[in-house]
């Protein structure tokens, strides 16, 4: 029997047999060019045919875009002050709309009609015996060469959302920071509160406590200004960051989260809801008139305030007058008309179904509305999300697939109290999932487990994974 061929024995080979006699030459073979083209389509789209590491993905992510893309989207959301209910608000919605669908994503735009709050008519002067009256124009100054000045005229007047309407005119009270334990030291000092103007400087808690807690130590008005020594540790806009002398911080008073008709439900077409008055009257509402002013406004007040001289820790920062205690003899003449309307918003939520695990979401969510222009609160956020979906449509198309279903959610009325009505989650072909505002105590009302919960309070993200 012959060996093998190739097979290289002769070191074995017996002398005495005789050898294998040679073979034929063979044919030469022809190459069929159809194998050869299924190995370079192989080699081509081996990635798509062969999963490749996470790590691949990763840092082909990071790759795709550029900030001018992000930049691009920063500009058109923020061309125009949008706060929520307005026409700028959804045109705003619009564009996270399209460039959402044009990701060939499944999106949809879902109305709700929530309560929200505007001004109508507000006025606030200051006397005090022996002077003439100033009137507050309470207006925010534009700076000399603001490209954006003749857009800041659809800017709503400086407000507080859900301020009570009415009329104050009586002596002022410094509280502060307007906590508790504030008006807890202005009774110990024997200041009494009851039926007076109390002007508080914001920091330390939230406007909607600065109010409350006025209303509750027995305050007709309330007054809240940005004190510099909180505000401006630095150079003042547009020479720095800080806030300008006559900047304001307008925002909401609502203590509750959700829309104010609806207290614990979403804001469904068709739902139940309380009457407006009867939603004002809840204690998470402010009950009592209130205005914000600027700090060179709140100074001035504090310039003509008497009593005893306030703790050191109450006092202002450098070049600030002496604050003392009041009552009076400053009084401040407040007016503050509000219009409380239930009014239109338009969350959008964009699905990207998942390949191993459809029923598992990863929630990414940034809402859309700002008080005023909002480039960092929230549109910094909006344009990072969409400058994430970009660049996720662009994985798909080289083959990547997420293991969970992810939701992209862009929701409107948030500043006016986390207004993130329902998440309908049937685009995903899922039973409905109300996650009632995407806050985890609601969800937990529905005994879904979060596993991991992040909020950005700077640019307004939520992610929440489920």
Request: glycine content about 8%; charged content about 20%; overall charge neutral.
């Given at each position: 029997?012959?060996?093998?061929?190739?097979?290289?024995?002769?070191?074995?080979?017996?002398?005495?047999?005789?050898?294998?006699?040679?073979?034929?030459?063979?044919?030469?073979?022809?190459?069929?060019?159809?194998?050869?083209?299924?190995?370079?389509?192989?080699?081509?789209?081996?990635?798509?045919?062969?999963?490749?590491?996470?790590?691949?993905?990763?840092?082909?992510?990071?790759?795709?875009?550029?900030?001018?893309?992000?930049?691009?989207?920063?500009?058109?959301?923020?061309?125009?002050?949008?706060?929520?209910?307005?026409?700028?608000?959804?045109?705003?919605?619009?564009?996270?709309?399209?460039?959402?669908?044009?990701?060939?994503?499944?999106?949809?735009?879902?109305?709700?009609?929530?309560?929200?709050?505007?001004?109508?008519?507000?006025?606030?002067?200051?006397?005090?015996?022996?002077?003439?009256?100033?009137?507050?124009?309470?207006?925010?100054?534009?700076?000399?060469?603001?490209?954006?000045?003749?857009?800041?005229?659809?800017?709503?007047?400086?407000?507080?959302?859900?301020?009570?309407?009415?009329?104050?005119?009586?002596?002022?009270?410094?509280?502060?920071?307007?906590?508790?334990?504030?008006?807890?030291?202005?009774?110990?000092?024997?200041?009494?509160?009851?039926?007076?103007?109390?002007?508080?400087?914001?920091?330390?808690?939230?406007?909607?406590?600065?109010?409350?807690?006025?209303?509750?130590?027995?305050?007709?008005?309330?007054?809240?200004?940005?004190?510099?020594?909180?505000?401006?540790?630095?150079?003042?806009?547009?020479?720095?960051?800080?806030?300008?002398?006559?900047?304001?911080?307008?925002?909401?008073?609502?203590?509750?989260?959700?829309?104010?008709?609806?207290?614990?439900?979403?804001?469904?077409?068709?739902?139940?809801?309380?009457?407006?008055?009867?939603?004002?009257?809840?204690?998470?509402?402010?009950?009592?008139?209130?205005?914000?002013?600027?700090?060179?406004?709140?100074?001035?007040?504090?310039r003509l305030v008497g009593g005893d001289v306030a703790p050191e820790d109450w006092q202002g920062g450098e070049g600030a007058p002496v604050y003392h205690l009041g009552p009076g003899p400053a009084v401040l003449n407040l007016s503050y008309t509000g219009n409380e309307t239930l009014a239109t918003i338009q969350n959008v939520i964009s699905v990207?179904?998942?390949?191993?695990?459809?029923?598992?979401?990863?929630?990414?969510?940034?809402?859309?509305?700002?008080?005023?222009?909002?480039?960092?609160?929230?549109?910094?956020?909006?344009?990072?999300?969409?400058?994430?979906?970009?660049?996720?449509?662009?994985?798909?198309?080289?083959?990547?697939?997420?293991?969970?279903?992810?939701?992209?959610?862009?929701?409107?009325?948030?500043?006016?109290?986390?207004?993130?009505?329902?998440?309908?989650?049937?685009?995903?072909?899922?039973?409905?999932?109300?996650?009632?505002?995407?806050?985890?105590?609601?969800?937990?009302?529905?005994?879904?487990?979060?596993?991991?919960?992040?909020?950005?309070m700077t640019c307004g993200w939520l992610l929440m994974v489920l």
């Open positions: 029997m012959p060996p093998p061929l190739g097979h290289d024995d002769s070191c074995l080979r017996a002398p005495l047999i005789p050898a294998t006699p040679p073979l034929p030459p063979r044919a030469t073979a022809r190459l069929h060019p159809l194998p050869l083209l299924v190995g370079a389509l192989f080699a081509a789209y081996y990635h798509l045919l062969v999963e490749p590491a996470p790590s691949y993905y990763q840092s082909l992510f990071l790759s795709l875009g550029s900030n001018d893309t992000a930049a691009a989207h920063l500009r058109a959301l923020t061309v125009r002050p949008h706060l929520a209910g307005t026409e700028a608000n959804a045109l705003a919605a619009d564009h996270v709309v399209s460039t959402l669908s044009s990701l060939s994503f499944p999106t949809r735009v879902t109305p709700y009609e929530v309560l929200l709050s505007y001004p109508v008519r507000r006025s606030l002067s200051l006397s005090a015996p022996g002077r003439d009256t100033t009137a507050f124009a309470l207006v925010q100054d534009t700076y000399p060469g603001d490209p954006y000045a003749a857009a800041s005229a659809e800017v709503v007047p400086t407000f507080l959302a859900y301020a009570a309407s009415g009329s104050a005119a009586t002596e002022v009270v410094y509280a502060n920071y307007g906590r508790t334990e504030d008006y807890a030291y202005l009774a110990s000092r024997g200041v009494n509160v009851t039926g007076k103007v109390a002007l508080a400087r914001y920091g330390k808690v939230y406007r909607g406590d600065i109010v409350k807690n006025a209303r509750d130590a027995g305050a007709a008005a309330a007054v809240i200004f940005t004190d510099p020594k909180d505000y401006t540790p630095g150079k003042a806009f547009p020479d720095g960051p800080w806030m300008p002398p006559t900047g304001v911080q307008v925002g909401s008073t609502f203590k509750g989260v959700g829309d104010p008709t609806t207290p614990m439900w979403a804001s469904s077409e068709g739902c139940e809801r309380v009457s407006v008055a009867e939603a004002m009257a809840t204690d998470d509402m402010p009950g009592i008139p209130a205005l914000p002013v600027s700090g060179r406004d709140g100074e001035e007040i504090l990207i179904e998942g390949k191993e695990e459809p029923d598992r979401y990863v929630i990414l969510g940034n809402h859309r509305d700002a008080w005023t222009f909002g480039a960092a609160d929230p549109n910094s956020g909006t344009a990072a999300l969409l400058e994430l979906a970009e660049r996720l449509s662009k994985l798909q198309t080289k083959g990547w697939r997420p293991r969970r279903t992810i939701i992209l959610c862009n929701w409107d009325a948030e500043e006016y109290g986390l207004m993130l009505g329902c998440l309908d989650l049937d685009l995903t072909r899922q039973p409905l999932l109300n996650l009632m505002n995407c806050l985890s105590k609601r969800v937990k009302r529905f005994k879904i487990p979060i596993m991991e919960q992040k909020v950005c």
